[in-house]
């Protein structure tokens, strides 16, 4: 099916499950997994992108439109990830943290297609700006602006933008909620925040696959 | 440290003084001698000019790109991965063998006579003798570029590994890679910008001295002509001090061939930083560029592994009896070292004694300056820290010859106690970059539970600050006694040829061709640092033993 599945991924570390996830999320679908901190959360993060350290056991599978992207290499999963904290690269300007995100096959139309995505943002004229001169709801924008012109077929979001205040933060939640909808993006939250569980609007679940009620 | 406030506040001040003083009426010790058109004139005049020029230019650029190409390429290709451990743990003891030990090392192994040959013999190659070949010494000076190489590329490494935590490099690392770019590219895109200001100086450090190295450069580099710098030692402590202008003229022009190429490599820097920038914002992902991960890891240990090996050969002809070409192993016998063993002897403790002096002095000045900068929230500036790189960007030749005529004027201070000053200049900077930074990540709410128990800054510094930095502290002396064990042209000079070190015997005996007695001396120089290294790393875990919380994980 399209979308993201987990089959049957299950994760140890010795003798302890950190993971045990059965789900399907389909295009423009959220799915949380809510936990305390120490609760398998990153791991399975890791798990998804594809950057787990080799002390963990990892079994199952995990297809995103069909193809088995469990063995693949980051970078060859086309898997969108958003961190607590923008890493906007401080050596480049705005139009270059962009640049950087889109394909280089676009040539011909790079500048065109950045200041347009920049403009849907509310951000237009933003390019040649030094991302240090940016509000954080600003960078916030730009992060996600950037991981979405790489044209990732999902969205993971790691505490997304917890270092925002919280009017800032419902807001930048509520935008990349909505981008994923619109670009039918399967979106994995990850959080211990029952707020952006409950913004999220999907099946909530613990990273051993019990279901939260929010 | 119950020194009276003012004078502890002051230190940090006179370390620096202590540091750039000597280095710059050195400089102007030995420049001025330059400023005479005799002297120019038989510079200018001497046939060897141009070769020693290209070879100090040639060898000093292709060593340090090099270096620097293969211990970033390390990182990139490695970081985060299980066998960096592996690779970590084979370059660092490399870190404390004195250059001119490795040198020595690699000259035994690639000798027409050396162990590659007798490898390959007779079975592959014919040969029943050494062959007449010049693999040493060649006139390109691609021996010299190997051992430089291999010896500055685990100190890079070790920079870059500390420089790392600073610009978050994983997590770029993995952004990069979610955002589908190969490994190589995105470190070369996403954190080498940052990192590169962090390394800077140690990487002009290395092309300085590749560029001006003498004991490498004697050892492994072409002898006629020799190096700029080679020559100019020659000159310099040439008896009839009939060459001292001519040898003057060519250390101004050592000088100003190092500060042009560090603008030119400062240049290259920012074409270079602009580059990659452009480069980012085209979004080209350059997988096939992770091709290079392999030859770039296979070179690196090919190249660790040869300084391995070298040093072997060394020890081994330190216990050879008869060892004829092409046989891969000699006769054993302990004649050697009973021959050499008093001589051994006084030079293992005229070294021992200049380690430890300056070692000694380095650390009471480094503590007192991390302790005034800690109690007086003193923090060091760019302009500081370019300040303690001094010593070790200028070239030792520029400012060398014209401390020992000032300390000879100054008749104050002769043999140990003058070289081990001159140490000093060239440890205390290693020292202050080893201890700073576990220094300033101590704990300071242990400090400040010690205060609201009534415990007064002296106390909070012998009781828990220094027992608790322990290891820390020792590493850093044996890294102090690693680099002066190491030092060749300070001893050299400043002891005016009459205090013999391990190294300065090593080399002088290198050109006899007793490979024997060479190898046992340079086989000491090796394991004096080692020692100091095993000590650092030993002693914490005794002393500690019942504190499970001090010993490393």
């Known amino acids: 099916m399209t979308g993201l599945v987990l089959d049957h991924l299950t994760i140890r570390q010795g003798d302890q499950s950190l993971v045990a996830l059965t789900a399907a999320i389909r295009p423009g679908e959220v799915l949380t997994i809510m936990g305390a901190s120490g609760s398998g959360k990153s791991t399975l993060l890791s798990a998804l992108i594809g950057t787990l350290a080799p002390a963990f056991r990892c079994e199952g599978r995990i297809t995103l439109n069909d193809r088995d992207v469990t063995a693949l290499p980051t970078r060859a999963r086309r898997i969108g990830i958003l961190f607590q904290d923008d890493l906007l690269f401080p050596h480049l300007s705005v139009a270059g943290n962009l640049g950087f995100g889109l394909p280089a096959r676009h040539r011909s139309d790079r500048a065109a297609r950045i200041d347009a995505a920049l403009a849907e943002m509310d951000l237009a004229g933003f390019g040649p700006r030094d991302p240090a001169t940016l509000s954080g709801g600003q960078r916030a924008r730009v992060a996600l602006l950037r991981t979405l012109l790489a044209e990732p077929q999902a969205l993971l979001l790691d505490e997304p933008f917890s270092r925002l205040d919280a009017g800032l933060r419902s807001q930048i939640r509520t935008l990349v909620f909505d981008r994923a909808r619109a670009d039918g993006l399967p979106v994995i939250l990850v959080t211990h925040d029952p707020d952006d569980a409950r913004a999220a609007g999907g099946a909530v679940l613990s990273p051993l696959g019990a279901r939260i009620s929010t | ?553």
């Open chain 2, 1 to 553: 440290m119950r020194l009276r406030a003012g004078l502890l506040r002051q230190v940090p001040r006179v370390t620096v003084l202590l540091l750039t003083l000597p280095v710059l009426a050195g400089l102007a010790g030995t420049l001025i001698p330059a400023a005479n058109p005799a002297a120019l004139r038989a510079l200018a005049n001497w046939p060897g000019l141009e070769g020693a020029v290209r070879l100090s230019l040639v060898s000093g650029i292709a060593s340090t790109l090099l270096a620097l190409m293969l211990s970033l390429g390390l990182v990139a290709a490695l970081l985060e991965h299980r066998s960096f451990g592996r690779v970590q743990a084979l370059l660092s003891p490399l870190l404390s063998v004195p250059h001119a030990a490795a040198a020595l090392g690699l000259a035994f192994l690639i000798a027409p006579s050396g162990w590659i040959a007798r490898m390959l013999s007779p079975w592959a190659t014919g040969w029943t003798t050494p062959p007449d070949l010049l693999i040493l010494n060649d006139p390109m000076g691609l021996a010299l570029i190997v051992g430089l190489t291999a010896k500055e590329m685990p100190f890079l490494l070790l920079m870059i590994l500390a420089a790392l935590p600073q610009v978050d490099a994983n997590r770029r690392l993995t952004l990069a890679a979610s955002l589908g770019y190969g490994r190589i590219a995105g470190f070369g895109l996403t954190v080498l910008p940052a990192l590169y200001p962090l390394i800077r100086l140690p990487i002009y450090a290395v092309l300085a001295y590749a560029m001006t190295s003498v004991e490498m450069a004697m050892i492994l580099g072409p002898s006629l002509p020799p190096g700029l710098s080679v020559q100019i030692t020659q000159w310099m402590t040439d008896p009839s001090l009939a060459h001292r202008g001519t040898a003057a003229a060519a250390a101004l022009l050592q000088l100003v061939l190092v500060i042009a190429t560090l603008a030119l490599w400062h240049g290259a820097e920012r074409l270079i930083r602009r580059a990659l920038r452009r480069q980012a914002a085209r979004g080209r992902r350059a997988v096939p560029l992770d091709l290079l991960r392999r030859p770039l890891i296979t070179l690196s240990v090919v190249l660790a592994a040869a300084l391995f090996a070298g040093l072997a050969g060394l020890s081994l002809w330190s216990v050879a009896g008869l060892w004829p070409f092409p046989d891969l192993l000699p006769d054993w016998t302990l004649t050697t070292w009973t021959r050499v063993a008093p001589d051994l002897l006084t030079t293992t403790g005229t070294t021992l004694t200049l380690a430890l002096l300056s070692t000694g002095a380095a650390l009471g000045l480094v503590l007192s300056s991390l302790e005034a900068e800690h109690r007086y929230r003193l923090s060091p500036g760019a302009g500081a820290m370019a300040l303690l790189y001094l010593p070790l960007i200028m070239p030792q030749v520029a400012f060398l010859p014209g401390l020992q005529i000032a300390a000879l004027r100054l008749g104050a201070m002769e043999g140990v106690l003058a070289v081990a000053s001159a140490h000093l200049i060239f440890v205390l900077p290693y020292v202050y970059l080893s201890l700073a930074a576990p220094y300033r990540a101590f704990d300071p709410r242990i400090a400040l539970q010690a205060t609201a128990l009534g415990a007064g800054p002296a106390r909070i510094f012998w009781t828990l600050r220094l027992p608790m930095l322990l290891s820390a502290v020792l590493t850093a002396a044996a890294v102090g006694v690693a680099v002066s064990v190491g030092q060749y042209l300070p001893s050299l000079l400043i002891g005016g040829g009459r205090v013999e070190t391990l190294t300065t015997e090593a080399i002088a005996l290198s050109s006899g061709g007793n490979r024997r007695i060479v190898g046992a001396y340079a086989l000491l120089q090796m394991l004096l640092p080692a020692l100091g290294f095993a000590l650092a790393i030993g002693l914490p875990r005794l002393v500690f033993r019942h504190r499970r919380g001090m010993l490393p994980a």
